[in-house]
């Protein structure tokens, strides 16, 4: 074989074993398996998220909710698809060094939040949509801040 053949198989391997290597520290080091679970721990992985699991647990839902029950979409495709999108963002901002001291939730997951509080409390916000006007949805955390993660 010549040294053109040697080295093809070579630089194919080479997009492979990063692949590899990222996928074991992902699921490895960095409990990356842990995001797999609906164990609201998972979330303390990350010290940033430590001062929203202290106040899910001084808050009324700890005992009806985790934090998947209210942060991501139902249906298994669509929740794994937003804890996947939302671990990629993190990973990102983390790596690079532009994830805020104090979190913030993007646009996409305040829809999210919302539509989980609307499910949930549907028997109250039928009513409480019903009497605004249309395409004008509530906003639960607007008066009910500390809900979810009491401060």
Known sequence: MNQKGAIAPLLAGIPLGLLLGIGVYTFGYARGYSYM???PQACTNCHVMREQFEGWQKSSHRTAAVCNDCHTPPGLVAKYYVKALN???????FTTGRFPDKILITGRNQRVARESCMKCHE?????????RR???AANCVSCHRNVGHSH
Do not use: Q, V
Not at 123 to 128: A, F, K, P, V
């Open 134 to 136: 249309h395409g004008d």
């Open 87 to 93: 671990g990629f963002h993190h990973s990102m901002a």
């Open 123 to 131: 028997e109250i916000t039928d009513g409480i949509n019903g009497a």
């Open 37 to 39: 679970t609906d164990d």
